[in-house]
């Protein structure tokens, strides 16, 4: 069976030396969460997943959710004490509002929290991980009745959440959506049709769950100008604000698919249900999007978790499997042959991946920051600034992590030959599970389109301005460091076929749409490898700093050391071949017509 | 559920127009092959796959193989009368010896109905799989009493073969191997030992399965210079040459797998089993060996066949699905959406597998041919020439078509959105499936190695300087050719790389080995680009020649110009990014020691 063990030094090596947390202390919240608290935090979450979320994975995996006859839904053996266990440790509350039992801590401790989770067992941390986006637009978009009724008992772990947006016909293009609501006389609405992908749509962990759902108002306009969000719950609330009575809310199916068989996808039937309407009636896809990069920025980890545990595994297989001999001669004579991790081609996997996942993890680390800045700063160019950031990054997080995320488990799979094809070595699973977050929560496609279309044009292109701004200021930083330098040659190179790129945009995409959307995807990929060798310059440069501090053995820097060469020399150059099909334009994709593929 | 259709005439142009089959009249059996049987052959295998084998691969894969208590196992409902079907139309015989009964044409055929065997149900195709490496290496090293009494029944479909290398401590490195034989009197041997991973172990297909053991005599030199081959009969054959007693060799378990589930993948028990040393005692890896290149061949044609399969299903969807409108405006008006075959991004992953497709197909098919003209010419010179061909191109061929197979099957369901992660739209399946051939057969690492390590310096670089010279002459040959220069032109940039990377290799790896072995897999892909792009150049080419010949509708020639430059533009660009990584040698690599991972 697979094991895992949380990277809780990697994140404070993030959190208090690349980012240092304690600069963001005039944040509400963030004076609270000192290196000590963060460090206890981060160590009681990564007992949690260790000992007891990792153990049910392989397990929940191949017993999977049951339907039964009258709709209900049982989770894997272990499922619920671990849910138990996981609200009654507070786990739910790490960053919500105090107002509604929160402890109101950095929602980037919630972030990091997920990667763990999302490691340990991606099933399982979906159920709370849906609790954390109907908590996120309840208290976003809700009334004050609405807040009281629903954010404490979600908080707490005994109500959970889902959202409900895809039907059969309808996924990314929401405003195909026909699930109806009719206006009732008490102000509330009945909410009739079927949604499909419902994850976590239900299950036995709760007393009650909590249905954020897309609709449209009798009579409302065509398309997206006519969707509004409901909250259905499982249960309507009764006079003290416990689950009452049964709601017209059912789960007709559960979904056999290739991963995540723990978390129930359910085909969810809303037969003239209960419905109150959240936020503007018709602004309901608004509603969604102001959660969205939340949600995305969440998906991109799950991409970086997967990554991780499947990249652990690899490692101990590696170090234990004995095969062949080194091509310089026996490093194991005393052994029938030497461990595999001896082969310079087993290490080229094993250092893709750890070059990714370090640089991932920390580019969530530092747009998580950005996050929690743009929600809580009062200063108002500030929170701007950082809105700009999380915005135009959350695509790339989402996209790319994901792509790469799955990859990696590949990759970790293909370093156990096969065994790694075979259920009970649990690296198989992690190739499935790992395969649900580049679709998810907005296609990686539709994460590119966003990223071209949307977010790299919006406000006169301020906010990929400031981004090369500060790798330029990165750069400029460091010019004279001679050990960075070769490091900081690769950088400035993917930073130029960045830029080549935008500026073909620019020239050739305004006037031709379809030149953005073929580039898009290598756009996202290209922002993502610049992205993440910025963040193994910073990382390196922390690393020559503290290199004979004492605060670690030195072995930890040096060993970032190697991986930022690595990720520059091996993984930066893929920016030209990118930045190479952009320019290519569309002609070749759109010329063909369609009946003849 | 999934639908295939094999691609008939694709295979007819390549084998007609792009590499002329009537050029190989003179080689034993491509007499009798001409055209119009070739196509008859072709339709009636098409056929064949379409209506029988590939309607029962999704249900295959869901009931999967039962293991009985008493040691049998039963393959998925219908796979039986399927594969009656397949051995009474004689499609185990078409290249095989006609001593043996088998009908004597090119082995080329048998190498393009395995692509649609292997598209229509990767788990079927397996059984007579095989078979025909069992053939193979029976026909290869058995002595005259040997071949009669196993060839006509295997070529007869009667009995089916089996390979049994890996052990549970051992699977690259065979000269770990464990499996003993004792010499009896008789000239026989009793052979003990555990084997697994063994696809087609044990079923209910055939009236007997002869399993090809390698094992070590007792007392064999230490290493791979002591292990032997066996042939070991399920039933040993009685007088008669039909399945006589049982002999002691049993299924032990069958494996839970990622994929491939109605395939048998078996543990293997040998208890004292009767068996008989095949070709000369000690030398079982070389036996092996020479049988390496066609099975290595077949499982490339098998990352072919899934990308197929995937392909045209992708196809179908993003025509049908609607969802969203063009970038340039409503395609579609009269509907509620375009379909999303409209959008550049979907059109780019369509692209990118179709382009990996018809040249990897063409790959192939040179390469079976060579092949052919190894196995089959009298001329020395030629046959030198054409093994060269085959061994050099075979890891290539295996390494590249199964990683891009599996990436494009990838692709395929990613096009699907949600649907593409739920079991009954079949497209997580050929994921499942795809991921194996990367695997067995060798691990795609080590194709990389043999390329590098073994084939690419074998007598002084024959091989690669030849390669190299047909580009060169198909370069030359069309040089003045305007509407192939922008072409030509990636295809000699690729060139450049490619023979870059090769003299690196001769300047830093014969110092230091751990240079080859960190170059490897990307030298694999850098060289796989380069010889579909010289695919594409000769495609290009003829499909030039032949427009508006009247052979076919111009549409045909026009689809292969626009992939082919779409194949310049956007594929052929990462030799750079193979290049650079090579050249950048094994340091970061082996810096780290292996508790630093």
Not at 364 to 382: C, H, N, Y
């Amino acid at each position: 069976m697979p094991a895992y063990k949380a990277p809780v030094d990697e994140t404070l090596f993030l959190i208090n030396d690349v980012f240092g947390l304690e600069r963001y202390g005039n944040l509400p919240g963030f004076a609270d969460a000192t290196p000590d608290l963060v460090a206890a935090i981060l160590e009681e979450g990564a007992k949690l997943t260790e000992e007891t979320i990792a153990p049910i994975n392989l397990s929940g995996d191949q017993e999977g959710c049951t339907r039964h006859e009258d709709g209900s839904v049982t989770t894997p053996k272990g499922f619920k004490e671990a849910y138990d266990l996981y609200t009654e440790g507070g786990w739910i509350s790490v960053s919500a509002d105090p107002e509604y039992g929160g402890q109101g801590l950095p929602h980037t401790l919630t972030v990091i929290l997920n990667e763990y989770m999302g490691s340990a067992n991606l099933s399982f941390s979906m159920y709370p991980g849906l609790s954390q986006g109907a908590y996120a637009a309840i208290h976003a978009h809700g009334t004050d009745e609405q807040k009281r009724a629903y954010l404490p008992k979600i908080v707490a772990g005994e109500w959970t959440g889902t959202m409900n947006l895809t039907e059969p016909h309808c996924g990314t293009d929401l405003g195909l959506i026909r699930t109806k609501a009719v206006p009732e006389a008490d102000g509330s609405y009945k909410i009739s049709g079927t949604k499909i992908f419902i994850s976590a749509g239900e299950h036995d962990l709760s007393k009650n769950i909590v249905h954020l759902v897309l609709a449209r108002i009798e009579g409302a306009p065509e398309g997206t100008a006519g969707i509004s969000l409901f909250i259905v719950p499982k249960f309507l609330p009764d006079a003290n604000g416990d689950a009452g009575a049964r709601n017209g809310v059912s789960c007709g199916s559960i979904e056999e698919k290739m991963g995540i068989h723990a978390n129930s996808t359910c085909v969810m039937n809303y037969d003239e249900a209960t419905g109150f309407l959240l936020g503007e009636a018709n602004k309901g896809l608004r509603a969604m999007f102001t959660m969205m990069n939340h949600a995305r920025l969440g998906v991109g980890v799950q991409g970086l978790a997967l990554s991780e545990v499947a990249y652990q595994n690899a490692v101990t297989y590696a170090r234990e499997r004995l095969q062949g001999r080194a091509l310089t001669g026996a490093k194991a004579p005393d052994k029938a042959a030497d461990p595999i991790i001896v082969h310079p081609d087993v290490r080229r996997m094993l250092m893709t991946i750890r070059a990714i996942n370090e640089a991932g993890r920390a580019l969530v680390v530092w747009t998580s920051l950005q996050g929690d800045v743009a929600d809580r700063s009062i200063d108002e160019k500030e929170a701007e600034a950082a809105e700009d950031h999380m915005a135009l990054l959350t695509p790339v997080i989402k996209g790319v992590l994901t792509d790469l995320g799955f990859q990696n488990a590949v990759m970790a799979q293909q370093v156990y030959g096969g065994h790694g094809f075979i259920a009970e070595w649990g690296m198989e699973q992690f190739v499935r599970d790992a395969r649900i977050p580049m679709i998810y929560e907005g296609a990686n496609g539709i994460q590119a389109l966003d990223l071209v279309g949307r977010k790299l044009g919006a406000n006169g292109g301020r906010a990929i301005m400031a981004f090369f701004k500060q790798v330029g200021r990165f750069l400029k930083e460091n010019a004279g460091n001679a050990e960075l330098a070769p490091m900081l040659k690769s950088l400035e190179a993917g930073r130029a076929d960045l830029e080549k790129a935008a500026m073909w945009f620019m020239q050739n995409a305004l006037t031709r749409p379809d030149n953005a959307g073929a580039g898009s995807t290598d756009f996202m990929h290209l922002f993502g490898l610049v992205a993440l060798g910025l963040m193994w310059g910073k990382m390196a440069r922390v690393a020559l700093d503290k290199k004979g501090s004492g605060d670690r053995a030195d072995a930890f820097y040096d060993a970032k050391l190697v991986t930022a060469r690595f990720f520059f020399e091996r993984l930066m150059p893929e920016t030209r071949a990118h930045l190479a099909r952009i320019e290519a334009g569309a002609d070749s994709l759109m010329a063909l017509p369609a009946e003849a593929f």
